[in-house]
Each structure stands twice: as C-alpha cells, then as structure tokens.
C-alpha cells in the first residue's frame, strides 16, 4: 500500500514511544516508518533485556539485523547504521513494570517532554499462557502504558494494539458488539473484578510455592488457572480473556483531551507486499497447521466446509495502524469529550468471499506434495481428515489410534484441535457500530 502524501506528511517531525519493539507487528511498524517517512524525528523502542547485552545490540540482534529491514537497509546501503542511530533509541523496560521498568530518570524526562504519539505492541500471545504473565503484559501492561503516556507533555495520541478475539460471542449470526464491560459477570464492576483476579492470581502462586512444586508443575497450575478464569467469564482462552481485561483498564482513560485508538486484527499471517512478500517471524494463526502438513503430522482435524478461518497479512495490518493512527489525530478535536471510543477491526472483508480453512489446507496439501519439505522428523504428507464437531473428532482419535507418548502426530492434532476449536467452529461475523 501506497501511501498518499498527507498520511506520511503527518508523521513528519513526530517523536514516538514504540512498546513490545521486538514483537512481529511493532517491528513492521518500525520498518515502514523509518522506509516511507524517514523525515519522522525519532522513535524511542522499548525492549525487554533478554540477556546481558546492551539496548543497541538487542536492536540490532532482534530488530534491525532482520532479514525484515533487507530494503531499507539496500536504500541506505553503508549510511544504514548511521541512519538507525540518528532514528532510534533502544530502550531497555517492560510495560509489566510501573513507569515501564525505566530508571533513568534523566532519559525518563527527556520522553515525557518530547514524545507526541504512543504505539503499544507489546503483548503475549501465546493462548494458554500463564495467568500471572498474561495479567501482568497484556491486562496491567495496558494501564503502565497508559500511566506513562499521561505523564508527556506533548501528547497528541495513544494507539493500543489488541486483538479481534476480546469479542466472544457464540451464535452463529451477525452479532453487534457490546462493550467488553458489559459482558463480564460483574459488569458495573469489571475494574474491581480486574483487583480480584489479581489477588486470586497472587494467593495460588504464592499457595505452588509454599508447596514447593518444581518450576514445571508451577507453570502447568498457572497455566490451567488462566484457562479456567478466562472461561469462567466466558472468553475461549487467557490470551484473549486478558486482552480484553486490558482493554477494560483503558476505557476510563478514553475520557481524555487526547485520542486513545484501539485496534483489533484478526489472525495475523506473513507479509503480503512490504517491504517484499512472505516475511513472517514464528508461528502466526494458521501457520501452525500449514507446518503440520508439510511435516506429514496433522492427519485429521476439526473443521467442515462452512468453517472461517480470518486471517490477514501482517503488512495490511501495519498500514491499516498507521492510517487509524493520523486519522485520530487529525480529528483529535472530534474525539477529546470521550464521547467515542476509536475501534477498529482490522481483517478480511466479510463482504467478499470468506477465507475456507478446508480450502487452505488442502492448497497447503498441494504445494507440500509438489515442494516437500527437507529435514529431520518429516513425516509423510497426507490430506487430512475433516469433523464437524470436537466430539466427532475425539471419538475418531479414541476408535482409531493408541496414542502414546511417542506418538506425537496425534498429540499435536489434538493439542493444535483444542486451541482453535472456538475459532474455526465458529459461524457468525462480528460488527461493530460507532458513534456517528
């Protein structure tokens, strides 16, 4: 996508805050910021110290030596480091943390006196991650975004990266939106109930302590909390269950005289044009069965022809971002009384011919058959089986397969059938309606 002239005129000359900067979406973003608006005045990247390396070399092992950054760093060619390091920041924090985990009180001011837009990425999207690390980034790691964007002098905007899955309805229909808050049981609550799980989350952990489980069992009990939790007020998985706790925390702070943007992508997949096609970073949305094709290990699965499957290249995602980004900001004015909330959906059209996700396997089927995979542990590739229904699905496993330890084509299928069922059994096509 092209952008016209005032999209990258407006970003000319901003300071923006990048969070979650390693992540697959914030390092496009950074990318096609840097590619198509290079007059932008600098950006300030937060990352999270993985290891005892500095700022600058986490930036250039995890974002700017990417494969990613290959065109933009041709355009520059021997200026390419000079270019970064007049651009970028690094900045070591975790929005876990209050004030980001920052301690540098000097660079600290330095931020709250420059930076005009803030851009929150991080996130983790494992489904079944445990309940205190999912509480901690994607629920309160929302709030110290937040708390910290407050504080700057010259802020002009907030834009927060969620996630499409928050919506958790179940009919098979067209379905309008309700507020988040009000969905939850406690819904005139939903910031006490935010409190509760917190201390709820805190009491278990501390009870596998005492208990003195190994680190293993004590993962696996945080694990099932964040399943049980999530599913106990109705969403699939603790992923999207404190994603939306997360966006609940923003909303008083909508009430602003700045524009805090919400938006939601749908499955995120590789690159479909920019800055060149097919770049992807780990395993994204379906991308996971694609791979258990082509490694001959996912023989039958859930799914029947009406099956859904929204996914979208993460280059559209980043472009749709940036617009929703100007947008807001041009039309600040619009939205300073806090009367609308800035969401926006980002994924396929539900007014051209829907993603099939029998069709996508069976063109993954295809292209393995003619472009088979080398390497170890590749098994034979066979077009999987299809059922309509978790139960079919699990008594074809238990009437045809010992599964034992070993066995792990049927333990992957299994594992891989339970993550998506609520996704791909799904019917219905979700709206939303704003505020006019």
Request: charged share 25%.
């Amino acid at each position: 996508m092209e952008f016209n002239g005032s999209i990258v005129q407006s970003l000319e000359n901003k300071i923006i805050l990048v969070t979650g900067a390693t992540g697959y979406l914030a390092k496009l973003f950074v990318e096609k910021l840097l590619r198509v608006q290079p007059n932008v005045k600098h950006l300030f990247l937060l990352l999270r110290a993985a290891d005892a390396s500095s700022p600058t070399q986490r930036l250039n092992n995890d974002v700017t030596g990417k494969e990613l950054f290959r065109v933009l760093r041709e355009k520059r060619g021997l200026g390419f480091d000079y270019f970064i390091s007049e651009k970028v920041t690094p900045i070591f924090g975790d929005v876990s943390l209050e004030n980001l985990g920052i301690e540098d009180s000097d660079l600290e001011k330095k931020m709250h006196k420059e930076i005009h837009l803030v851009a929150n990425f991080a996130a983790t999207t494992n489904f079944h991650e445990r309940y205190d690390v999912a509480l901690a980034v994607n629920t309160m790691g929302a709030k110290h975004v937040l708390d910290f964007a407050e504080k700057c002098e010259n802020l002009e905007m907030i834009l927060h990266v969620s996630t499409a899955f928050v919506c958790n309805a179940e009919m098979p229909e067209v379905i309008l939106e309700k507020p988040l808050s009000q969905i939850l049981k406690e819904s005139s609550k939903f910031l006490y109930v935010i409190e509760e799980e917190k201390k709820l989350m805190q009491h278990r952990l501390d009870g596998l302590k005492a208990e003195q489980v190994s680190k293993k069992q004590e993962t696996a009990a945080m694990k099932e909390l964040g399943l049980e939790r999530a599913k106990f007020y109705g969403w699939p998985n603790t992923y999207a269950f404190t994603k939306a706790l997360g966006e609940m925390i923003i909303g008083p702070h909508l009430k602003t005289n700045f524009p805090v943007v919400i938006v939601r992508p749908t499955g995120v997949t590789g690159t479909y044009r920019e800055p060149f096609p097919g770049w992807i970073e780990g395993f994204k949305a379906l991308d996971p069965m694609v791979v258990g094709v082509g490694r001959g290990k996912l023989p039958c699965f859930l799914g029947d022809y009406e099956s859904l499957f929204d996914i979208i290249p993460g280059d559209m995602v980043v472009n749709a971002i940036i617009v929703a980004m100007v947008n807001a900001k041009a039309n600040s004015h619009i939205y300073s009384d806090g009367d609308d909330n800035l969401i926006y959906h980002i994924s396929s059209s539900a007014h051209r011919e829907p993603t099939r996700l029998i069709k996508l396997l069976e063109y993954a089927y295809d292209y393995f058959c003619k472009n088979p995979l080398m390497g170890r542990d590749i098994g034979e590739i066979v077009k999987p089986v299809f059922f309509p229904t978790m139960s079919s699905f699990q008594e074809h496993v238990h009437n045809n397969y010992v599964v034992t330890m070993k066995e792990d084509i049927l333990l992957l299928a299994k594992r891989l059938a339970e993550i998506y069922e609520p996704y791909i059994l799904f019917k219905g096509v979700q709206v939303i309606f704003q505020n006019a």
